[in-house]
């Protein structure tokens, strides 16, 4: 921190930061203690698996806390126990409160027995951005996956960047297109036509899918499902299989990946078991 112009006293001393700044790349982390501390305050504790993820009890009650940044989502057995957790920020920081239909481009519709979380208004102003929201819905968001790798003449299109507005779909709440966009974004920095008519139809794929997510129901049973595939030397340019898993849960997924394995596989038998051994790895936490 350098002195502000119009304070410099020539003695080429800087300034020491007693807090964070916003913007700042030890800002994040700053906060993330601040706000564990106050946290750990209630007994409540941080989640194996994702340290942005709380669970406590209030009064008996189970609650679970979600944090992004500086937002964030509560998950509790009653309203009443979500107000009380809500009073207690509020003596610690300044907390605003606002509806949970909308939370990071997801849109959660809460029913009695049933929880459907989709992203309509996010795959609308995507496929704007790209100049697809005219374009005639295909039925499959993948058809031919086989590829060349080999860069031809440069193709004008945003395929970085249409990749990475896919990709938070693919990971949030449309794991229908998670193979495809697992497929293309290897293409990052060798992409011809042929990428960009996959990715093209990715959004075809969208465009007659708009209103798809995930439902959670009650009625099905509290039981946890794993799911795994792998076809076998799938990339015909260096042998590696592509694998993939499902972890569901009342009837909907709570995990699922699919990407490239690290080794090369040798048999269909190891392939799979290489695809089921990563599904079963997540349950040791």
Not at 127 to 153: G, H, Y
Not at 166 to 173: F, Q, V
Request: proline share 2%.
């Amino acid at each position: 921190m350098h002195q502000p112009i119009g304070y410099n006293d020539g003695c080429n001393n800087v300034c020491k930061l007693n807090r964070s700044l916003y913007g700042l790349k030890q800002a994040s982390r700053c906060w993330n203690k601040r706000f564990t501390e106050i946290l750990k305050k209630f007994e409540f504790k941080v989640s194996t698996v994702d340290s942005c993820v709380f669970t406590g009890e209030i009064n008996k009650k189970k609650i679970i806390l979600d944090i992004y940044i500086d937002d964030g989502i509560i998950a509790a057995e009653s309203k009443d126990v979500a107000e009380e957790f809500i009073r207690c920020l509020k003596c610690e920081f300044d907390v605003k409160v606002f509806s949970s239909l909308f939370y990071l481009g997801m849109e959660i519709i809460q029913k009695s027995s049933k929880i459907f979380i989709r992203q309509t208004a996010y795959v609308k102003k995507v496929l704007q951005k790209f100049n697809m929201q005219d374009a005639r819905p295909v039925s499959t968001p993948a058809e031919n996956v086989q590829t060349s790798s080999i860069k031809s003449n440069y193709v004008k299109f945003p395929y970085r960047e249409a990749i990475g507005s896919l990709m938070y779909l693919a990971i949030a709440t449309r794991p229908d297109i998670a193979f495809a966009i697992s497929y293309f974004s290897r293409f990052m920095d060798s992409f011809n036509e042929e990428h960009v008519a996959g990715v093209k139809r990715i959004f075809k794929y969208l465009c007659g899918t708009i209103e798809q997510g995930i439902e959670f129901s009650k009625s099905n049973k509290l039981f946890l499902n794993c799911y795994s595939d792998s076809d076998y030397a799938g990339d015909t340019e260096n042998r590696h299989s592509t694998g993939g898993y499902a972890l569901m849960l009342s009837g909907g997924p709570i995990s699922w990946s699919s990407k490239k394995q690290q080794t090369i596989a040798l048999s269909t038998t190891e392939a799979e078991y290489m695809a089921a051994n990563e599904c079963i790895s997540l349950l040791a936490y």
